[in-house]
């Protein structure tokens, strides 16, 4: 399972996961706050994808170059990213416009019934 993470689990979870995954949810949220696109999220991510990849060669010896790892890791954070810009354009929706629109689920909305 290393040579598909490009590290050891640990490292994963903490690194890719927490550290950079906290950071891909807040881009996120701040993406969706703004009413930009959701493949705007994807472009950020590649590029937060090679920092974590950086990170993981300079402080713990993993592969730089590697294509498997980096898609991997970018994967996991595009993954958060969506999912953080999918909840707040739900939440901005039924919060900004209540006369419109009503809560269908965590990810959705629908209008209102007359």
Same mark, same amino acid.
């Given at each position: 399972?290393?040579?598909? =993470?490009?590290?050891? +689990?640990? @490292?994963?979870?903490? =690194?890719?996961? *927490? ?13 969706g706050g703004t009413w930009?696109?959701? +493949?705007?999220? *994807? ?23 590697? =294509?498997?790892?980096?898609? *991997?890791?970018?994967? @996991? ?16 929706? *039924?919060?900004?416009?209540? +006369?419109?629109?009503?809560? @269908?689920? =965590?990810?959705? +909305? ?5």
């Amino acid at each position: 399972m290393e040579a598909v =993470l490009g590290t050891s +689990w640990p @490292v994963f979870i903490g =690194l890719t996961v *927490v550290l950079f995954g906290g950071a891909a949810f807040m881009m996120g949220q701040a993406i969706g706050g703004t009413w930009r696109p959701a +493949w705007q999220n *994807v472009a950020y991510s590649l590029l937060l994808g090679l920092a974590d990849q950086f990170l993981i060669f300079a402080l713990f010896g993993g592969p730089f170059g590697a =294509l498997i790892p980096y898609l *991997v890791n970018t994967a @996991v954070l595009i993954g958060l990213a969506l999912l953080a810009h999918r909840l707040t354009l739900a939440h901005k929706m *039924v919060s900004q416009y209540p +006369w419109l629109y009503q809560r @269908v689920g =965590l990810f959705s +909305w629908k209008p209102l019934e007359n």
